[in-house]
């Protein structure tokens, strides 16, 4: 009976091994595919001395040419603990003239109602409807933009970008005058988004740094380099009238599909496959100096982040599958493959973190693994690659928050995939049972705002 056990024991801890080693060569050999990408494209700017002079500053670009409106819009549901600050500190510290702040909120929320009120300001126009929320953010912001034409019928002009933002966001106040540059040469335009450090969770919320980090640091930066659809981020981006037009054309009046939970990575691959131009925009706000980005905190609870990430995992890897398809060229069939690849790769992490306990209890019974050659050299190439890919990620987030943040990141991989894991099983269950509302996550906002 404990031979037969003890060998059971051991073939389950094989194929379990077997599984998540080919599962995670497959992924480290595609993540490490994107970094020789980007280390390709350092080396060329090293070579031709871009890199030594440092980002270029807003100062250098060309000055707008037609300068106009541009239009904010902020889905609020149940915000009221933030749309009050964030509104203020908006029109305190944006510097532009021309602009106006569409809050999106619900006739049931009569608290996030009164905390937008409590800002005067002629740069802000609270758009209420008839549904009770919460319906989707994409519903939210289509009512946004249909006040954003009413309010260019009355005032006989025409807005010229319509840019996203979440109601517990930092705007940084050269934002609009970036984007008042760089719409006129692109359609799409995204900033850095750059989690702010919530020393009350420095595991869950500061996982986010990392991802972050190296997704806005890196992986945004080579998918405009293959000339791949952009996907928004949701904040910090700004889409011209022009093609915002154009989408809603397309669609019927509306451009934002209201039964989606991830409408902003949606609307970036559909105006790239209308043809439209995108550019991921890191320039800094003076010389030298960081850059202009957008800061926000993100759930600090695993509660809140699992619920945040479940939302990005059906829009983006299941909803996402099944509205998009595949459309488009190699460069774009290989980042979707990598946007959908989540709930397989918290798949075969669940089968890695299984195999070691299994190995785990073996080596405690004194048995050691059956393995082979074939499977010891995939777990020797899986170790360099997983050691290559913390080196990768510590140095983004040092780079962009400093040596301690960095070294932190080590450890904070073994939480996201834990939460990566979580998320795809809640994600799969709730996909499987049909329409998703919007579940959106308690937010905070700073109470000292970062220097910029």
């Not at 532009?96 to 109602?113: K, L, S």
């Not at 809603?248 to 949606?266: I, W």
């Not at 496959?273 to 995108?278: E, N, P």
Request: aromatic share 8%; glycine share 8%; net charge neutral.
């Amino acid at each position: 009976m404990v031979d037969a056990a003890l060998q059971a024991l051991d073939f389950i801890t094989h194929e379990l091994m077997l599984f998540a080693c080919i599962g995670l060569l497959i992924g480290g050999i595609d993540d490490l595919a994107i970094d020789c990408i980007w280390l390709a494209d350092v080396l060329r700017a090293w070579i031709g001395g871009r890199r030594r002079t440092g980002a270029p500053s807003i100062d250098a670009l060309p000055a707008p040419q037609s300068p106009g409106r541009i239009a904010i819009l902020i889905p609020a549901w149940d915000e009221q603990d933030v749309i009050g600050s964030m509104l203020r500190s908006a029109v305190d510290r944006i510097r532009h003239d021309d602009y106006r702040i569409y809050v999106g909120v619900y006739p049931n929320d009569p608290a996030t109602i009164a905390a937008a009120r409590t800002v005067n300001s002629p740069h802000i126009r609270i758009v209420s409807g008839t549904l009770y929320g919460p319906t989707t953010k994409a519903e939210c912001l289509n009512r946004c933009w249909r006040a954003v034409l009413e309010d260019e019928a009355r005032d006989g002009m025409r807005v010229k970008a319509i840019v996203l933002h979440d109601a517990e966001d930092v705007i940084h106040p050269l934002e609009l005058a970036l984007f008042d540059r760089l719409i006129e040469t692109s359609d799409l335009v995204q900033i850095p988004v750059f989690p702010l450090a919530d020393p009350r969770s420095p595991w869950i919320s500061g996982h986010y740094i990392d991802e972050f980090a190296e997704s806005h640091g890196k992986q945004m930066l080579v998918r405009e380099r293959l000339g791949a659809g952009m996907p928004l981020a949701g904040v910090g981006c700004a889409i011209s009238r022009d093609a915002m037009a154009a989408l809603a054309d397309v669609r019927g009046g509306d451009p934002f599909d209201a039964a989606s939970l991830t409408e902003d990575y949606e609307m970036g691959l559909r105006l790239n496959a209308l043809g439209r131009s995108a550019r991921f925009a890191r320039i800094a706000g003076r010389p030298g100096g960081s850059p202009i980005a957008t800061r926000a905190y993100f759930p600090n609870t695993l509660d809140a982040a699992v619920r945040q990430k479940t939302r990005w995992m059906i829009g983006i890897a299941l909803a996402g599958w099944e509205k998009l398809g595949w459309t488009g060229d190699l460069a774009e069939g290989w980042m979707r493959m990598r946007d959908r690849r989540s709930v397989l790769a918290a798949i075969v992490l669940t089968a890695a973190y299984a195999g070691m306990l299994c190995a785990s209890i073996q080596w405690l019974l004194g048995q050691p693994m059956r393995g082979g050659a074939a499977l010891q050299a995939l777990l020797g190439f899986n170790s360099a690659l997983l050691v290559w890919r913390m080196v990768m990620r510590a140095g983004f987030v040092a780079h962009a928050y400093g040596v301690r943040q960095g070294l932190l990141s080590v450890p904070r991989l073994f939480v996201g995939n834990l939460i990566a894991i979580a998320s795809a099983r809640r994600a799969v269950f709730a996909y499987a049972r049909g329409p998703v509302a919007w579940d959106k996550t308690s937010h905070a906002f700073p109470a000292e705002l970062p220097a910029e």
